[in-house]
């Protein structure tokens, strides 16, 4: 089993800061997904990469596949970017993911 | 929005009945996924289907079954049901395994 760590498990930032999130796999993978999930429970798939860098807007997402560990950077952060943030890692064959607890981030304006 | 469609989006039922959880993936997608999020465990794969076929299970109570049908929509029964089962149920849909996941809104199941 792929065991899947984060950290920090909440962080509470200022409004305009730079934001780091970590996750740590134990097993080789062929990609990793970072998700996000709004407080009303929905959830939206921001990347999923296998190699170096991934960016969508202010959201930059990078991996290092030798070092199996990934980090999630959000830029200029803003409260609409409160949300918990998970990353997830595929097993058996891409066939079922095993997912971090998560970070629960919180911009305060 | 994500094109997955789940419904009911609330639930509420008694000990001991039975659900049925109902979701329409993106137009295309083969791959339907559940998965069950609590507050103690986080989201837990539950079962995958790949064009009609059970593909990967993970820890799927034996209460609990789901099938994907031709028109590749699938279902979620959750029988004999417990407290314990009270979550969010998340369905998720993909073009196969390795690709992109696209989730629904989610059902949150209560039981009283």
């Known amino acids: 089993k792929n065991e899947v760590e984060q950290s920090p498990q909440n962080l509470t930032a200022q409004e305009g800061e730079f934001i780091t999130i970590n996750c740590s796999y134990s097993v080789g993978i062929s990609a990793l997904h970072w998700l996000q999930q709004h407080p009303g429970g929905g959830i939206v798939s921001l990347f999923m990469l296998s190699s170096g860098k991934k960016k969508h807007g202010r959201l930059i997402a990078t991996i290092n596949i030798q070092e199996k560990h990934s980090s999630l950077h959000i830029t200029a952060s803003h409260p609409r970017d409160s949300a918990v943030y998970i990353c997830a890692v595929p097993s058996f064959g891409n066939e079922k993911l095993t997912f971090g607890t998560g970070t629960r981030l919180t911009i305060i304006p | 929005d994500s094109g997955v469609t789940q419904t009911p989006k609330h639930l509420i039922t008694a000990t001991g009945q039975r659900v049925t959880l109902r979701c329409s993936p993106r137009?295309?997608?083969?791959?339907v996924y559940w998965y069950q999020q609590s507050l103690d465990q986080g989201l837990q794969f539950l079962i995958h289907y790949y064009n009609g076929e059970e593909r990967a299970k993970g820890n799927i109570l034996e209460r609990f079954s789901a099938q994907q049908f031709p028109d590749l929509h699938s279902e979620l029964n959750l029988s004999s049901l417990e407290l314990g089962d009270s979550a969010l149920y998340f369905c998720?849909?993909?073009?196969?395994?390795?690709?992109?996941?696209?989730f629904g809104e989610g059902s949150w199941l209560t039981v009283v």
């Open positions: 137009s295309g997608d083969l791959s």
């Open positions: 998720a849909s993909s073009v196969g395994p390795g690709n992109t996941i696209y």
